[in-house]
């Protein structure tokens, strides 16, 4: 599918990673995310700020609660996995982590007609 991708274990192992390639986007399996305490990494100023993808072999995406999760921004199930659909939402959440809304003190006031 053309991702540049790298493997870690553990949530520790996650945290060091980030810091040496400063991901676009997160994929991880999504009873890991629902099963174990995420303090960690949603203290982690690089890691809280990066989309997560959820992936599972066993789930579909009508069996999540996503509220047990924070930051998901997409779920992929695996065994049906199709590389359109799968590129198109791990690109829709990697332009999310570089979109910021400008500072209103430096956009420029807009022009006002007076009559």
Excluded at 28 to 44: G, M, S
Excluded at 68 to 91: H, Q, W
Excluded at 93 to 111: E, G, I
Aim: hydrophobic fraction near 45%; charge should be negative.
């Amino acid at each position: 599918m053309g991702v540049i991708t790298s493997e870690v274990v553990g949530l520790d192992a996650a945290v060091e990673a980030a810091r040496r390639t400063s991901p676009d986007v997160i994929i991880c399996d999504y009873d890991l995310l629902a099963t174990i305490p995420l303090e960690k990494w949603e203290r982690d100023e690089l890691l809280s700020n990066t989309p997560v993808i959820a992936v599972s072999l066993t789930r579909h995406s009508q069996e999540l609660h996503l509220l047990d999760v924070n930051g998901i921004a997409g779920f992929l199930y695996l065994p049906t996995l199709e590389s359109g659909p799968a590129l198109k939402i791990l690109r829709a959440a990697a332009a999310r982590s570089k979109y910021s809304l400008p500072h209103p003190l430096n956009t420029a006031p807009r022009a006002v007609e007076r009559g």
